[in-house]
Nanobody, 119 residues
């Protein structure tokens, strides 16, 4: 099982960017999925989570600017980021709790994608 993230890049302050992360491999089911980020010189922090049923939860400072969603048929999670600020500059990581065909539930991480907000 692996997670492949894409969609990072350079954007100007106030701009928008969308990230996606697809899970592939020997997957029986995908439970909760999430996005984390790690700003330069800081610890990794939670951005947002989404359950298999679509319930979402956001870090307080993200609410209203970022939207997490998922496509269960594609085992893919998305993060739409609007009104980006320089403080949003970070490496963004996707995370998923995945059950394989043997019944094991494990935590997986994507490789990280760089988001840089700068003029």
């Amino acid at each position: 099982v692996q997670l492949q993230a894409s969609g990072g890049g350079l954007v100007q302050p106030g701009g928008s960017l969308g990230l996606s992360c697809a899970a592939s491999g020997s997957i029986f089911s995908v439970d909760a999925m999430a996005w984390y980020r790690q700003p330069p010189g800081k610890q990794r922090e939670l951005v947002a989570t989404i359950t298999s049923g679509g319930s979402t939860n956001y870090a307080d400072y993200m609410r209203g600017r970022f939207t997490i969603s998922r496509d269960n048929a594609r085992n893919t999670v998305y993060l739409q980021m609007n009104s980006l600020e320089p403080e949003d500059t970070a490496v963004y990581y996707c995370n998923a709790n995945i059950r394989d065909w043997y019944g094991w539930l494990r935590d997986y991480w994507g490789q990280g994608t760089q988001v840089t907000v700068s003029s």
